[in-house]
């Protein structure tokens, strides 16, 4: 039933490693989202998908991130050429619809990632 | 670009007594804002979400108000336990051309002392 799940949990990579993050979305959400969140500090918006295209991607940082949702329920976050600047917890979010007045974002664990 | 600030940044207060949250926004042409809270190592909870037409919303003990035009939310919680301690985010939607806009703020860090 569950909520927006996301896995692993934590990952530990190296400098130049390329890393997969994976985000379970709330059956039936269409709208999806992804977000970082270093020490301290409170999310940072990375992605917003409506359905299986992104509908807003303005926040990625460079071309090294990339995310996709090629059947509109599961995305993939990619980072190629992982940095220590990286390192932060990724969080995912699901909401209903990404458009409709009022529309409650429900957030998953997210995943820690360390680059070494 | 919108900015999002929550003052203060950490709060420690003694259980049972009333307090209250801040967070103000730059842009207030907002869609909404939502209010959450982080248990350490944990993803974000959803409290109360507030419509840019409402002025607050309330569920038990929190009562989250907006005045759109200042700018300004807050979040008040009655007779606080130790349970609510944790970090409250503030994030403001703006919807602008099919695109949204989701701006949190830093945070504040409550504890709530027995």
């Known amino acids: 039933g569950a909520g927006v799940s996301q896995t692993p949990s934590n990952k530990v990579t190296e400098k130049g490693k390329y890393v997969e993050l994976r985000c379970d979305p709330i059956s039936g959400h269409t709208a999806l989202y992804w977000y970082r969140q270093s020490l301290g500090q409170g999310p940072e918006f990375l992605i917003y998908?409506?359905?299986?295209?992104?509908?807003?991607d303005s926040g990625l940082p460079n071309d090294r991130f990339f995310a996709v949702r090629p059947e509109g329920s599961v995305s993939t976050l990619k980072i190629q050429r992982t940095e220590r600047g990286d390192s932060a917890v990724y969080l995912c979010a699901s909401s209903l619809s990404g458009l409709r007045l009022g529309t409650e974002q429900f957030f998953g664990p997210g995943t820690r990632l360390t680059v070494l | 670009k919108q900015e999002v600030t929550q003052i203060p940044a950490a709060l420690s207060v003694p259980e049972g007594e009333n307090l209250v949250l801040n967070c103000s926004f730059t842009?207030?042409?907002?869609?909404?804002l939502q209010w959450f809270r982080q248990d350490p190592g944990k993803g974000l909870t959803s409290l109360l979400l507030i419509q840019s037409s409402q002025r607050e919303q309330t569920s038990g003990r929190l009562n989250a108000s907006l005045d759109k035009s200042s700018g300004r939310s807050t979040l008040y919680i009655a007779a606080s336990q130790p349970g609510d301690s944790a970090t409250y985010l503030c994030?403001?939607?703006?919807?602008?051309?099919?695109?949204?806009?989701?701006?949190f703020g830093t945070g504040t860090k409550l504890q709530v002392i027995p």
């Open positions: 994030a403001v939607r703006k919807y602008s051309g099919g695109y949204q806009k989701v701006t």
């Open positions: 842009d207030s042409a907002i869609y909404n």
């Open positions: 998908f409506q359905g299986t295209g992104a509908a807003d």
